[in-house]
């Protein structure tokens, strides 16, 4: 039994060590890691299924600005988060495409969650999680401003409020 403590004792304290020095070490690589590494480039190219209607092609997209949401139904920012967009999406109206991309669920949670919840926008599944991996997603929510042109003007990793949503919608639409 001595043994078996004393082992775990020593693993436990490896483990501090290790945690101690990744808190503290500086790293070079996380400012340019995440979402805001893609402002300024195109929305890439992708094809989703919708929960209701045609499906998504990214491509389709360019002509008119948009926000494009990537979200989970279990993240509790992201839950937070989408009676804004909702607002939003509302308040736009025609100006501002508002569309919500979940990452990695069963179409069936995310149907019953918007339909619990009254989400009015498009909202699409990508069940491989293709479209966080090509946004450099760091965590959820995570949501991106693109122009009429297809290019991306901001991101914003978390989650945000609607004073936030307006004023970025609100340059995108400018063409800032």
Request: charged share 20%; net charge positive.
């Amino acid at each position: 039994m001595g043994r078996v403590l004393r082992l775990l004792a020593g693993g436990l304290a490896v483990v501090a060590v290790v945690v101690l020095i990744a808190a503290f070490y500086p790293s070079t690589v996380a400012p340019e890691r995440g979402p805001l590494q893609v402002v300024g480039t195109r929305l890439p190219e992708v094809t989703l299924p919708a929960l209701q209607g045609p499906d998504l092609n990214t491509n389709l997209l360019v002509g008119r600005p948009v926000l494009v949401n990537v979200w989970a139904t279990w993240c509790g920012p992201c839950r937070r988060e989408m009676p804004a967009l909702t607002h939003l999406a509302r308040a736009m109206g025609p100006r501002l495409a508002v569309i919500a991309i979940d990452q990695g669920e069963d179409p069936k949670t995310v149907a019953a969650y918007v339909r619990r919840f009254g989400v009015t926008f498009p909202v699409y599944v990508d069940r491989d999680q293709r479209v966080g991996t090509m946004l450099h997603i760091v965590g959820l929510p995570s949501s991106f401003f693109v122009d009429a042109h297809g290019i991306i003007r901001d991101a914003v990793d978390g989650e945000m409020t609607y004073d936030t949503m307006i004023a970025k919608a609100s340059r995108v639409l400018a063409g800032r």
